[in-house]
């Protein structure tokens, strides 16, 4: 094979690349120069599994193929040379038959918009295939050899914003012998769990699937001697190479080409995902090819590894065991490194990542690592190549060292062997070794850098005379708290060493730790990291310490990953096949990656890319935009600002009934993250990279501060206008409610915060100028009608020369309703300015940036009660953040109040206000105020509570409404007296969930344990749903097909498969042959505003049952043209077939489409009824959550598809866990978004679901003013997430009152500010971050 190629095969297709920039990424290649569009970018970080792909590599000299999965997001093109690269097309796909595992996506209902599914299938995969590679017994027919807990875990690093993960670990389970398939959830292969049968499901073959094709094995085999190294010519201005010894690596530094060069040194390039690139290279070296840098040695010695050894390989090999060298202390040392390794990012990120890459990073980049914190403690050693000279650090020494630049390279680690079978020199006993790891971070399984890491190996021996425990050797390691690299405790270390270990020595040892570990300035959350030091250095030595040792056993248990769950799903075969539990319309071709979203579309070949360019301060002139004179600015073709905008046309971006916003900002920037300019390049890359290296020039002069929060807004009366018509009414009479109180609670505050949408597809649109004026735009968007209209304006054209079409949108949670607009409409011009097709995919950090989220709220409250819990009356000042533009926000109000209503609060008043402000524009985002309003209802119930001493049981079922009541508070929207499902759903709730047994089990566990407290809690919701007016549209074709359109877009909620159900039904009349064909021949298609006008946004739950209104009128058009036909031929030929009825209604020009439009009436708002208990079990010691349970019991009416409803209840209620636990978000002082990424912004994963997760999707029955007697379920069950938040309140109660100094019944034991998130600092501080120095005092005292 000659140098300077690249070849390599996708799927069993040969790929050969001659020129290429190295900087390429697998990922990129993929998207733009192949046809495969299974892998996605998701966050281009390493953060997501979006692009999850499996690497296939041939050893010509063994023969062996070995594999793993790769975030191809990270991986470098010219790294793959001679690789094979399997994507989820190649798993199978609509043309050759899925793949069992795409097949049983779809059939466990695991995949919704879809966009993550992809990337599931290959992690999955990936696990698949290390099982069955290993040498375990062959497992039954139709199983894998992987094992339940492998399964679970097999998709520990992918994010998905849909599901609830729930589904998708049934599927993963679904491949391992030792699960009892009965367990799985809710599927299509089996009704009942007893039919439950590994027959059922589609059948899994270990050998389908060829990762490495036969070709190019003969081509490797042909070429082995000429493969010595790669060398590409590349782009111009960049190169690669892959020395084969560190002699071709120096000439290549000393030549002077390279010495002018800006050059990278890559082993597997996954600090890109680290610290973003912003800029291009000249060259590229790959480590790779060092032989040196590969090796793995093991022997009574240690392990040595070479820099360039993967994590996940040093993993495997320091798992190995080999009683010939090591005793069972040293593989307990290289055990603990291993597991604590399985933490550190994600499976697809160590399997490219390398040990040495890590520990450079650590060094000369200040990386939190938690490898460089375990091997410090583990006495590793490091060795350099420094130009000619080889040097033996410890990993002490070089990490202490001044950054090494990029000559010096990392050639080896060794990590020592320890033993405990020596003789003390002290005259003490033989001594022991003991050996632990610790990380505090979000996710437990490992995708969060945590923030503290430490690790402790201790040579301990009993004291002769007394027994005691002595320390004769500590190595005390912290490191990621906020300091420039790991480091050794010695203070501590050196205090401890020759002592007892008594509690007088741990206090005093704390005291010498909390003067060490002390955060840099600028780290958040700093008091809490030293917190965490101290906690774990407790931990550690509690088993050891005289007096404690006997105190707290086997305290530190953490639970699995997901035990089990039920779902009780009641359906209704009244509308046949609506009702019936059918798979997601696409669900297989979601999975294997051949359902188009925007960015799938090919781009044309003369197609450019754009990427914004925003302002990062709140208010300021702007002088001007510069660009660096980078690399990557010469990419540049063109920059697009307001002064493209036509003549006729207008600034805006996005717009609603309430107002516009502008598309850029003009001299003046209104907030962090407003556009003021688009930058096109001729790839999505290289704009990206250009955007970043843009210099904005501002000024301030003249200007007044910017409000930046609504107290500011309140002093400066920024306020938007409120509708009358749109302001809640009040209820009852407020002063006399204030006088019947016997207390009141006054001025009491709640303060919510914003949330980010974080869905998997971000903003997307591709613009294609067309004949005549016109521009056709594809969007990933809710509400393509108003995006329609603002491109119109901006472009100073009429509305029909815009043609706005979405397919399907990967995730939108109210994200995309307004907030796609600005990029549809910034897209749309540049392509209308410049005549050629433009695509813009924002990259994930700007999208965090630029489009804001959901409403923060700052709530102050007065109420008053009686002595026994009623409340008698409540007022509220609600101040909503609206950030700079009107959007929806004038909406929120209304639902704020509204699901506040769910308590009867006697009287009920409030002034709230839209706030104007200086940051972005926040719009609705799924359960918009509602989500909001019903937890502040449980906040004051929970003051109520504890200001009375009183069980919060007791307050909030004293506040529950009669009907009658609710009837005072909702009026007619409340319905008959028997639709009033919720004291029914409590009451059956608290029963299924044994609530009144588990309070009394969380009550002993809390008295058993001091480190561990549980809670549990329950919620009711009531939520009112208006359906929107929404058209429908019914085409019957020549062959008898039928295709769809509506003005609901398919989001991920399901919304087609209802109204291919719906479709179903409505035509189920006029066919005789048997339901399920009829189905078959049903099509929905895209939305297209020139096609089907008025479709209006789809939000507010109520869409698909919208959708289906329309179409099933639609159908009873088409009913009652061909009925009459029917007949007529019926009483001629006898009974006629489908196709024969369309081909006689095309002959005798019957028409064959119908158009309605659905105007719901005031009839069809209607409540909505659900209610939680979940129980949760917190970590005092690090402020960590573990849901146990959550039982979930949500009114869904007569189901219109259950299996979809169950869907978006678990997964609503999934992402109200991230609201109320995970979530941060997080700006600077001026604004400017800063939890901008996968890094700093941490959605629910897998291994923060509940452990055991029990849904029942209820069945209120028919019902004449709802469509088919069917509920909503996209938005609600989000609110029941408050109960987690309520159950870790109640927890850390419990910590409180044992940790109290004073009476545990004081008010401030029971009572104190819990705001949501309740993230891993605030439940440690709330909690108390000096615990274990009061537990220590007080067992000093004894
Ligand atoms: C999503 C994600 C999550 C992560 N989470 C964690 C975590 O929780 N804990 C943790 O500890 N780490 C974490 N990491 C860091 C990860 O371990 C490192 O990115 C990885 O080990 C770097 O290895 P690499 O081969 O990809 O290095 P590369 O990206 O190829 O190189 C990194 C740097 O090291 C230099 N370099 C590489 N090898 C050598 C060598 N032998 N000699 C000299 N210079 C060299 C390169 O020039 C470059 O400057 C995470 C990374 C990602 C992307
Ligand atoms: S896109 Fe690669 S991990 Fe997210
Ligand atoms: S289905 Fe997983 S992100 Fe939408």
Redesign the pocket.
């Known amino acids: 094979m000659a140098a300077g190629k690249l070849v390599f095969a996708v799927n069993g297709e040969r790929f050969e690349v001659t020129e290429v920039d190295p900087s390429t990424t697998l990922l990129e290649f993929l998207r733009t120069r192949s046809r495969f569009t299974g892998p996605k970018l998701g966050c281009g ?3 997501c599994g979006a692009c999850v792909v499996f690497l296939s590599k041939y050893d010509p000299v063994s023969g062996q193929v070995n594999g793993s999965s790769v ?1 191809s997001c ?1 991986t470098l093109l010219c790294n793959i040379n001679l690789c094979s690269v399997t994507t989820t097309e190649g798993l199978g796909n609509s043309k050759d038959g899925f793949h069992s595992i795409h097949q049983r996506f779809a059939g466990f209902h695991a995949s919704q918009c879809g966009f993550c599914t992809p990337g599931m299938c290959m992690s999955l995969f990936s696990a698949l295939n290390n099982a069955d590679n290993t040498n375990r017994p062959e497992p039954p027919r139709g199983f894998s050899k992987i094992k339940k807990y492998e399964a679970e875990k097999a998709i520990s690093g992918n994010l998905c914003r849909c599901t609830g993960f729930r589904p998708i670990a049934d599927v993963c389970k679904s491949f391992a012998a030792d699960v009892d398939l009965e367990d799985l959830g809710f599927n299509i292969f089996w009704e009942k769990p007893e039919d439950a049968n590994v027959e059922r499901l589609p059948p899994y073959n270990q050998h389908k699937v060829c990762t490495f094709p036969e070709f190019l094995k003969c081509e490797i085999n042909s070429s082995m001697n000429t493969l010595k190294s790669f060398k590409d010519n590349g782009a111009p201005e960049c190169h690669w190479y892959r020395p084969a010894s560190f002699e071709e690596l120096y000439e290549l530094l000393n030549s002077s080409e390279f010495i002018e060069s800006h050059v ?11 610290y973003k690139e912003i800029n291009l290279y000249d060259k590229y070296i790959s ?1 790779t090819g060092i032989p040196e ?1 590969s090796i793995i040695e093991r022997n009574n010695k240690g392990f040595t590894f070479g ?2 050894v ?2 996940s390989k040093a993993i495997e090999v320091l798992k190995e065991r080999d009683g010939n060298v090591l005793n069972s202390d040293g593989e307990l040392v290289f055990g603990k490194i291993a597991e604590h390794m399985d ?4 499976p697809f ?2 399997n ?7 520990l ?3 060094q ?2 200040q ?6 914190t375990i091997l410090l403690a583990a006495g590793s050693t490091v060795c350099l190549q420094m130009a000619s000279e080889r040097l033996i650090l410890s990993l002490e020494e070089f990490l202490e060292g001044p950054p ?1 630049d ?1 000559r ?4 080896s680690i060794h990590i020592p062997y320890w033993s405990s079978a020596s003789i003390s020199s002290s005259g003490t006993s033989k001594y022991n070794i003991i050996f632990e790891t610790y990380r505090a ?1 979000p996710r437990p399984l ?5 923030y503290l890491n430490s690790a402790f190996l201790a040579h301990v021996a009993s004291d002769k005379s007394s027994g005691d425990i002595v320390l004769l050797k500590l190595h005390l390691a912290f490191g990621a708290y906020g300091t420039e690299h790991a480091i050794r405790a010695r203070k501590v270390e050196n205090f401890l060493v020759g002592k007892i270990l008594t509690v007088s020595v741990l206090i005093e040892a704390i005291k010498l730790l909390k003067e060490i570990i002390i955060p840099k300035e600028g780290t958040s959350h700093p008091r809490y990291r030293t917190s965490l030091a101290v906690a774990f250095l407790f931990k550690f030595f509690q088993p050891l310490a005289k007096d404690l040792a006997q105190v707290e056993k086997n305290n530190f248990h953490i639970p699995g990953v997901i035990l089990s769950s039920k779902q009780l799903v009641e359906f209704s075969t009244e509308y046949f096949p609506v009702g019936k539990p059918i798979k997601k319309v696409a669900a297989e071709i979601q999975a294997s990656g051949e359902a188009l979203y925007v960015d799938d579309i090919p781009s044309s070949k003369d197609c450019l890319y754009g990427a914004f360019i925003y302002s990062t301060r709140p208010f300021a002139h702007i002088k001007g935009i510069t660009f660096n004179s980078s690399l990557v600015s010469r990419k540049v073709v063109a920059y697009i600002s307001i002064n493209d905008i036509p003549e006729g046309g207008k600034n805006v971006g996005s717009g609603y009934t309430f107002g516009d916003e502008p598309l850029f900002a003009d001299s003046l920037t209104e907030y962090s993250g407003q556009c003021l300019g688009i930058v096109v390049a001729e790839t999505q890359r290289y704009a990206n990279m250009a955007a970043k290296q843009a210099v904005v020039h501002y000024s301030t002069e003249g200007l007044e501060p910017p409000i930046l929060s609504v107290e500011d807004a309140v002093r400066r009366s920024s306020f938007f206008d409120i509708p009358p018509s749109l302001y809640p009414a009040k209820v009852g009479d407020l002063a006399k409610g204030m006088d019947e109180a016997d207390h009141k609670i006054l001025s009491a505050e709640v303060k919510l915060e914003s949330e980010h949408y974080f869905y998997m597809e971000t903003q997307a649109a591709f613009a294609i100028p067309d004949e005549d004026n016109c521009i056709v735009v594809y969007s990933s968007n809710q509400y393509p009608e108003g995006t329609q209209f603002v491109i119109a304006r901006c472009l100073g054209i009429p509305q029909h020369n815009v043609r706005v079409i979405t397919r399907r949108v990967g995730g939108g949670f109210g994200g995309k309703a307004f907030r796609s607009s600005p990029i549809a409409t910034a897209c749309a011009l540049t392509a209308f300015k410049l005549q050629r097709p433009i695509k813009m995919y924002l990259d994930r950090n700007t999208d965090m940036v630029m489009v804001g989220g959901r409403h923060p709220m700052k709530i102050t409250y007065s109420v008053g009660f009686k002595s026994d819990g009623k409340i008698t009356a409540l007022y509220l000042n609600i101040l909503i953040n609206a950030g700079i533009s009107e959007d929806c926000s004038p909406l929120i109000p209304g639902p704020v109040i509204t699901c506040l209503e769910k308590y009867n609060w006697g009287a009920l008043a409030f002034d709230i206000k839209v706030c104007k402000t200086n940051l972005t524009s926040k719009s609705s985002m799924r359960a918009p105020g509602y989500l909001q309003g019903s937890y502040i209802a449980e906040a004051i119930i929970e003051r109520v509570a504890s200001f009375l001493s009183l069980d919060v049981d007791v307050v909030k079922k004293r506040n529950m409404h009669t009907y009658e009541s609710l009837k005072l508070f909702y009026g007619s929207i409340s319905g008959e007296a028997p639709e009033y499902t919720l004291p029914a759903i409590v009451d059956e709730l608290f029963t299924s969930a044994s609530y009144f047994n588990r309070l009394e089990m969380v009550l002993h566990f809390n008295n058993c344990n001091k480190w561990r407290k549980r809670g549990i809690s329950w919620v009711p919701i009531v939520y009112d749903v208006q359906p929107n007016p929404t058209p429908g549209k019914v085409s019957i074709l020549n062959d008898g097909s039928i295709v769809v359109e509506v003005g609901g877009i398919e989001i991920g909620q399901g919304l087609w498969t209802k109204v291919k159900q719906m479709t179903a039904f409505g035509l189920e009349q006029l066919w005789d042959e048997g339901r399920k064909d009829l189905l078959d021949r049903v099509r929905i298609i895209q939305a297209d505003t020139l096609s089907l006008v008025q479709g209006g946004p789809t939000a507010g739950s109520s869409k698909s049952e919208a959708s289906c209104e329309a179409v099933r009128l639609a159908c009873s058009i088409l009913v009652s043209r061909l009925k009459p036909l029917k007949q007529r031929l019926e009483e001629q030929m006898g009974s006629i077939s489908w196709d024969t009825l369309i081909t006689q209604a095309n002959l005798q020009y019957v028409n064959l489409s119908a158009s309605t439009f659905w105007v719901a009436d005031n009839t069809s708002t209607y409540l909505n009824y659900g209610a939680a208990i979940s129980e949760v079990e917190i970590d005092v010691l690090t402020g960590a959550t573990t849901i146990l349970r959550a039982d979930l019991t949500y009114d869904c009416g007569q189901s219109l598809s259950p299996a979809v409803d169950l869907g978006q209840i678990e997964g609503s209620f999934v992402q109200g866990i991230g609201f109320f636990v995970d979530e941060k978000l997080e700006e600077n002082s001026d604004g400017l978004v800063i939890s901008d990424g ?2 700093t912004y941490k959605i629910p994963s897998i291994d923060t679901i509940p452990k055991n997760f029990n849904i029942r999707v209820m069945n209120s029955g028919h019902h004449k003013d709802r469509v088919l007697s069917s509920k909503a379920s996209g938005e609600p069950p989000l609110l029941l997430a408050a109960s987690v938040h309520s159950a870790i309140r109640k927890a850390i109660r419990a910590a409180r009152a044992d940790f109290s100094s004073t009476d545990p019944n004081d008010s401030s034991v029971s009572s104190f500010q819990f705001d949501p998130p309740a993230i891993m600092p605030l439940v440690k501080e709330l909690c108390g971050l000096d615990t274990v120095e009061k537990y220590l005092e007080a067992h000093g005292e004894v």
């Open positions: 970080e390493g953060g975030s990270l990278k040194m890559v082993v597997g390039n996954t600090m890109s995902g680290v480590l840098l820099a360039a993967t994590i933490k550190v990012a994600t990120v160590r490219m990542a390398s040990l040495g890459g890590n450079i990073m650590a000369r980049y990386f939190p690592s938690d490898i460089a090494y990029d010096t390279i990392l050639i971070a490992g995708n969060a850098v945590s996968t890094w």
